[in-house]
């Protein structure tokens, strides 16, 4: 998109090349952010989240530790936070998506020692999506191979120009290939339950009726099975048009759809994701196809892997048991805080408050808080304890995954504010903290 913005910064002059956005699950990494002499600063390529995010860095800045509204010392706001959690029962350690993989680790370490809950923003994003996957695997492949081969394009259920912004130009429906020659090369279809911004670039729109999806899937498997389905219209579109969709999927060289809330937020949740990858399998019989969710934010995939490692499963751990123990619908943050089964709770590089329901918000008023954040946000305006943190990608390095599971190594432009750590040495604090107290 080559975006550009300037301001004053007052930092050296440096050019960083290949530099990682740390805002979205497209995971850029050919941004250029140069600083001149003057402290003017310049990014070129990255769209205008990824410009904000990484210019974010003066506005709202939480720059001192407080505890109940008072500023204290990092020392007495780390021990105060591991107090919090060494004197629950049962604390939720939640967020996460918006930090690195070392951050990660240290905090899966940490919900364990405290024998509490750990989870990240996948339990109200793509969280169905990994249940899906649970029971029937993923055929999937990475945007550069969708980037070289991909001949038919499917956005399901997501609109990219709004929250990926660079997913089309980067790697799918604009750029060239090794064997595409870009946008002419490709059939872009975007299905939806209204028009935006993202289906107006496509070839073809199909307008599905909301909550219609896993019936619209299951109609194309038995068209792609069998030949036809019964009724004349599904979900709101007519046989004639699935059948149509269906052949053109069958007869592509290699198709991919790429999908999001559409899928995970609507009637059916996993099952309409279960159903969209059967069809891929399927399809599979008679070309490439692969379908990709859209993750959300930059580093969810990261936390999803790292989980995976460390305990076994993806997010919503729970270590009450001395085990590891998973059960989304039980033991991810919604549900913990609706059944009022938790007694604290530490939010890192995430703000519930402003995105979870009124329910979960009033309980989390109710019990201590703790939150770790770059930024003041209305969770950290519920806290008692705010810990300010280093942004991570921006003024820290760390490791990152992208949408497609490829990892990238997050870089440092700028020094965090004087004496703000990372979330990683904060979390680490903590941890030594705890075991002082246990
Ligand atoms: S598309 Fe996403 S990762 Fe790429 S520059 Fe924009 S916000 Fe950053």
């Given at each position: 998109m080559g975006k550009e913005l300037t301001a004053s910064f007052g930092f050296d002059s440096m050019r960083v090349e290949a530099f990682v956005c740390?805002?979205?699950?497209?995971?850029?990494?050919?941004i250029i952010v140069e600083t001149g002499n003057n402290g003017d600063v310049k990014i070129e390529n990255a769209c205008v989240l990824g410009t904000r995010k990484i210019m974010a860095?003066?506005?709202?800045?939480?720059?001192k530790p407080m505890i109940g509204g008072k500023e204290v010392s990092i020392d007495e706001a780390i021990e105060r936070a591991a107090e919090i959690l060494v004197n629950a029962k049962k604390p939720l350690l939640y967020g996460f998506?918006?930090?690195s993989c070392e951050a990660h680790s240290a905090g899966i370490e940490l919900a364990e020692l405290v024998g509490g809950v750990v989870d990240c923003t996948s339990s109200v994003c793509h969280g169905p999506t990994i249940l899906a996957i649970h029971e029937v695997g993923v055929p999937s492949v990475t945007l550069g191979e969708v980037k070289n081969r991909a001949d038919l394009i499917i956005y399901w259920g997501c609109n990219p120009m709004h929250a990926h912004p660079r997913h089309m130009s980067r790697y799918s429906t604009f750029q060239k290939g090794r064997f595409r020659k870009g946008r002419i090369s490709r059939k872009v279809v975007a299905v939806d339950v209204r028009p935006t911004e993202s289906t107006k670039l496509a070839d073809e729109f199909i307008q599905v009726e909301p909550n219609r999806d896993f019936e619209i899937f299951n109609a194309m498997r038995a068209i792609l099975n069998s030949g036809d389905c019964r009724g004349d219209v599904i979900g709101g579109v007519p046989k004639e048009k699935l059948k149509k969709l269906v052949e053109e999927m069958k007869s592509c060289q290699f198709g991919v759809i790429f999908f999001g809330m559409?899928?995970?937020?609507?009637?059916g949740n996993y099952r309409n994701v279960r159903e969209a990858i059967l069809l891929v399998r399927d399809l599979n019989m008679y070309t490439k196809f692969a379908i990709i969710p859209m993750r959300g934010h930059y580093n969810v995939t990261g936390f999803n892997e790292v989980c995976t490692w460390q305990t076994?499963?993806?997010?919503?751990?729970?270590f009450t048991r001395d085990y590891p123990w998973y059960n989304p619908g039980e033991t991810d943050a919604n549900s913990l805080l609706i059944a009022e089964d938790v007694d604290a709770m530490l939010v890192i590089a995430a703000d519930p408050a402003a995105h979870f329901p009124k329910q979960a918000v009033e309980y989390m008023k109710r019990i201590p808080l703790v939150v770790i954040d770059p930024f003041e946000s209305l969770t950290s305006k519920l806290a008692d304890v705010v810990i300010p943190a280093a942004i991570a990608g921006v003024e820290v390095e760390g490791s990152a995954y992208r949408m497609d599971g490829v990892p990238l190594r997050l870089k440092k432009v700028f020094e965090p504010p004087e004496g703000v750590l990372s979330d990683e040495e904060i979390l680490k604090r903590i941890i030594s903290k705890v075991k002082e107290f246990l």
């Open positions: 740390p805002f979205c699950g497209a995971l850029c990494d050919d860095r003066t506005r709202g800045r939480i720059t998506s918006s930090t559409g899928l995970t937020h609507t009637y076994g499963y993806p997010y919503a751990v729970d």
